[in-house]
C-alpha cells in the first residue's frame, strides 16, 4: 500500500514540477495567504487517484475542504497539494505534495514529495521512516544550546507577541532558528536528523499529517506545545528527536 500511495504522490509531484517552472495565476485566499491552479490540479489529481485506492476513507484536502473544523473519527486521508504555496510563487525550492492516512485517530502511512529537490519521504506505522528508500533517523543532539531549530509562522498573526517571545528564547538557547516555509518538510528534515526540534503553532491537519508518522517512525516524538500527546486536531506541535523535548518545554513554562 506504501509503494502505491508513493507512486500517486510521484506522479502528482510532477504536476507540481510542472507548475513550479511557469507562470502562474495566483489567487487569495487571505492578504497573504495565496493559492494557484496548480493547488487546485494537484488536489484533484490525488483526491480521484486515493479514492480508488482507498474507497471508504474520507479524503480532506486542503483546497477542496478548508473550511471545515471538524476532523471526523473514521478513517481519513489529510492531502495537501502544495504544501509551501509562498515558496512556490516565489521560486523556493522548498515544496512538498504530503499525504497522511489515518485510521482510528493514529497515523498509518505517511508520504512527503519535495519534487524540486527529488527527495521522498515515506513511513508506515512499525516499519521505520525512508527518505528516497534509505532509512532515517532523528539526530542525538542532547541539548538545546548544539541544536538547529526550525519553526513556522501562521497567516493568521494573532498570537504574534506570544511567537516572538518564544523566538527570542529559541535563539538564546539554541544553535540558530530556520523558517523554511513548509511544514511537511520540517516534519520530514526533523526525521532526518537535520533539524534536532521543530515547533509551530496554528497549523492545520493536512501541513502536519503526512510528516508526523515520519518523524514518529524515524524515532522521534511529537507532542503539542504544553507537551500533551499530539492528536490529529490539535493546532500546535512540537517535534524533536526526544531528547530536547524536555529541556524545550522547560524553555516554554518560562515564558
Ligand atoms: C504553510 C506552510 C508553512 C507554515 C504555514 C502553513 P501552505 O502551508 O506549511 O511552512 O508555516 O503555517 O500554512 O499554506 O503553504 O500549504
Ligand atoms: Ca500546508
Ligand atoms: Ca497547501
Redesign the pocket.
Known sequence: MLKQISDIVLEAGEIVKTGFNSNKNIKYKGEV?LVTEYDVKTEEFLKEKLQKLFPDFKIIG?ESNNDTNEYPNENVIFI?P?????NFVHGVPFVAVSVGVITEKEGKYGVVYNPILDELYSAETGMGAYCNGTQIKVSSTPSLINSLIAT????KKDNLPYLMKVLEQVLLHSRGIRRA????L?LCYTARGIYDLYY?T???PW?MAGGLIIVREAGGIVTKLDGRYHEMDSDSLIASNGLLHVEFLNLLNEI
Do not use: N, Q
Open positions: 495567504d486542503e495537501d502544495i504544501d509551501g504555496t509562498t513556522g509562522f501562521p497567516y516555509g513548509a511544514a511537511s520540517d509551530e496554528r497549523l492545520k501541513d
